[in-house]
Nanobody, 123 residues
Framework: QLQASGGGLVQHGGSVTLSCAAS????????IGWFRQAPGKEREGVSC????????TFVDSVKGRFTISSDNAKNTVYLQMNSLKPEDTAVYYCAAKPTYRYCSGYSSGYAYWGQGTLVTVSS
């Protein structure tokens, strides 16, 4: 019900846009978050957006470089990632939580998860 795509190999300083396409539930009733899990590390919340467009970024190191956005007409959320660094290498997941729950960088409360898309940033 969540399909993440757009990952791949990108050079240090490059850009990539991830997409998260939702289906099977009422998109406007959910907030969508992006998470990432680097090799050997725990999953961390990156950013989250509500259907109204309000968003929050949880990771200080990506502020000013990553932008989350939503196209409600397409039931799709994007994560624009610029000035990529090797430490951004991770599997990126999108997840959905009901709007009665606030956006958070913790995995709990998210009802649906995408399968993940790998972003590898070469040094």
């Amino acid at each position: 019900q969540l399909q993440a795509s757009g990952g791949g190999l990108v050079q240090h300083g490059g850009s990539v846009t991830l997409s998260c396409a939702a289906s099977g539930f009422t998109f406007d009733s959910y907030r969508i978050g992006w998470f990432r899990q680097a090799p050997g590390k725990e999953r961390e919340g990156v950013s989250c957006i509500s259907s109204s467009g309000g968003s929050i970024t949880f990771v200080d190191s990506v502020k000013g470089r990553f932008t989350i956005s939503s196209d409600n007409a397409k039931n799709t959320v994007y994560l624009q990632m610029n000035s990529l660094k090797p430490e951004d290498t991770a599997v990126y997941y999108c997840a959905a939580k009901p709007t009665y729950r606030y956006c958070s960088g913790y995995s709990s409360g998210y009802a649906y998860w995408g399968q993940g898309t790998l972003v590898t940033v070469s040094s």
